[in-house]
């Protein structure tokens, strides 16, 4: 069937209506972070059915995808409508044709949080510290507490001497017991600049009396300043008292409140579930761990602090309704995070009268998926087998380049689903492929695909990667067969201990320049409390 296209202008005045739009870049996500419209959400086309009912919850919503000419738009569009979305187009042009109508684009991830972010600075006028004035500050052993608002697996990478990881969400609730005195001085830190100017204006607007600084450009700024980084620490926060959770309840409500956050009841997300002509999101703001131990049903687990960071990668859909709940921190998790989306232009509103008898759902959250395609499966075993006898058996492995690297069965081929007839080409021919991958679903759709443009018997290993592990099979670890190139994660310039200070530099004067692009794309609506 024939899909549709929309030019720049159907888009961008969607946008500037604030009707609901999916403009979705299904290019892998380095391709995207060279450059994309503002509010293009990435969803690679590798990954469109396994990722699809989870971000686009409407069959209805209207969606528009691109790329840069590859032709992944139309084979998304397509799995799409196969998957029973019913308003699907393609971007007249893809980026060319975006730029063409004078559309501005944007590199790097997470841009919509990101330019939000020094849109904030600019009209507030953050406080921030250099990296050096930091550093003095700790070196004269000063009454200073240094909070690091990023996910914990970040700060354990690498974080500031004496920097305790308190994910941004958490800051208005736990900082009053790590910072009892008044006088003490509170420095927010970030890999680069959003999460800390966030952070640091999240406390000043809960009123909380202590001086309260960004560390100007985070750990990109320590690095660039020659200073040196901790690794491996795991300071955290602690439970705080009943009186403090009730204090920080008053200043987040307060501040949501000022914001225009509005509030909603437990009848009022039954309705939203049922109602078709809208797309509600509903994330639970809280920890990991306390999502895992109860929630509620139908609720996402994203702490809201990478909610903030990342809004685009769970909430697609601009336009939308965005619910957030935070029954056990007295909601000041849910309330600051849904004061920053609302001024991000989301509708957004927050869960109120939430028991804990409500929170009927243990474990992780699942995937809403479609039915999997029927594929042979065959056991770890086996194929540990096969793999050692037969050199007639290859393994191809569709998980993420960073996963593959970190451990992969042995002798296992890195592949792209999007680039699956180029990677063939480097994969040796053989009789039966048994294709893996994390997560395990992911296979069945691969091993689809590879019956494709394959004679060879394919089969799928039941469990994928977590099962072999699972059977005590060893792994391999280093990226020895790569049959695609790894263009499925975007280098982050503040990832990872070994980074070039020119691409830090580099990175850093971008963020400096995205207010002025804000200003030249239009379509955003942000505004400041």
């Given at each position: 069937m024939s899909i549709q296209t929309k030019n720049y202008?159907?888009?961008?005045?969607?946008?500037?209506n604030k009707e609901e739009l999916a403009l979705l870049d299904v290019r892998e996500e380095d391709p995207h972070a060279q450059e994309h419209p503002l509010f293009a959400a990435n969803l690679p086309l590798s990954r469109v059915e396994v990722d699809a009912y989870a971000k686009l919850p409407k069959k209805?919503?209207?969606?528009?995808?691109?790329?840069?000419?590859?032709?992944?738009?139309?084979?998304?569009?397509?799995?799409?409508?196969?998957?029973?979305y019913t308003d699907v187009s393609v971007l007249e042009g893809g980026v060319k044709g975006w730029k063409a109508g004078g559309g501005e684009v944007f590199k790097d991830v997470n841009v919509p949080s990101k330019s939000f972010g020094e849109f904030v600075e600019s009209r507030r006028h953050t406080p921030?510290?250099?990296?050096?004035?930091?550093?003095?500050?700790?070196?004269?052993?000063?009454?200073?507490?240094?909070?690091?608002?990023r996910r914990f697996d970040e700060y354990n990478t690498m974080s500031i001497p004496t920097g305790i990881s308190v994910p941004g969400a958490e800051l208005v609730l736990r900082l009053p017991e790590l910072a009892p005195n008044p006088k003490t001085k509170i420095i927010v830190n970030c890999a680069g600049r959003t999460r800390s100017i966030i952070g640091t204006q999240s406390l000043i607007n809960a009123g909380i009396p202590n001086e309260v600084n960004a560390l100007r450009n985070g750990t990109i700024g320590w690095t660039l300043a020659g200073q040196e980084l901790d690794k491996g620490q795991s300071r955290k926060f602690q439970e705080v008292s009943e009186s403090t959770k009730n204090d920080a309840a008053e200043r987040a409500r307060s501040v949501a409140d000022r914001a225009g956050v509005k509030r909603a009841s437990l009848s009022d997300v039954q309705d939203w579930k049922a109602q078709s002509n809208r797309t509600t999101y509903f994330f639970d703001t809280r920890t990991p761990e306390e999502y895992e131990a109860g929630h509620l049903p139908g609720f996402r687990s994203v702490p809201g602090g990478q909610l903030v960071q990342e809004t685009e990668m769970v909430a697609p859909v601009r336009g939308a309704r965005v619910v957030l709940v935070d029954p056990s921190g007295g909601g000041v998790r849910?309330?600051?995070?849904?004061?920053?989306l609302a001024q991000m232009a989301w509708d957004v509103y927050v869960l109120d009268g939430v028991n804990t008898s409500d929170l009927s759902e243990k474990g992780v959250w699942k995937t809403p998926l479609p039915t999997l395609p029927t594929i042979e499966t065959v056991d770890a075993q086996i194929v540990s087998h096969w793999l050692k006898s037969d050199s007639n058996t290859i393994a191809i492995d569709f998980s993420t380049h960073a996963n593959y690297v970190k451990g992969h069965i042995p002798g296992s081929w890195y592949a792209l689903r999007s680039q699956l007839t180029e990677a063939l080409k480097k994969i040796p021919q053989?009789?039966?492929?048994?294709?893996?991958?994390?997560?395990?679903?992911?296979?069945?759709?691969?091993?689809?695909?590879?019956?494709?443009?394959?004679?060879?018997?394919?089969l799928i290993l039941e469990g994928g990667n977590a099962a072999w592990v699972k059977a005590g099979l060893e792994l391999?670890?280093?990226?020895?067969?790569?049959?695609?190139?790894?263009?499925d994660r975007y280098k982050r310039p503040y990832e990872g201990t070994s980074v070039d200070p020119a691409a830090m530099q580099a990175y850093l004067d971008w963020e400096f320049g995205l207010v002025e692009q804000l200003g030249k794309d239009g379509t955003h609506h942000f505004w400041v409390l």
């Open positions: 202008s159907f888009v961008r005045n969607k946008l500037l209805n919503v209207p969606i528009v995808t691109l790329d840069d000419g590859e032709g992944f738009a139309h084979l998304a569009a397509q799995r799409l409508v196969n998957l029973g921030s510290l250099s990296a050096q004035e930091v550093k003095q500050l700790i070196d004269n052993k000063e009454d200073v507490v240094v909070v690091d608002v849910a309330n600051m995070p849904a004061s920053w053989v009789d039966r492929y048994v294709i893996t991958s994390a997560p395990s679903e992911l296979s069945a759709f691969a091993a689809q695909e590879l019956q494709t443009l394959t004679d060879a018997e394919v391999e670890k280093d990226p020895s067969h790569l049959a695609s190139p790894p263009l």
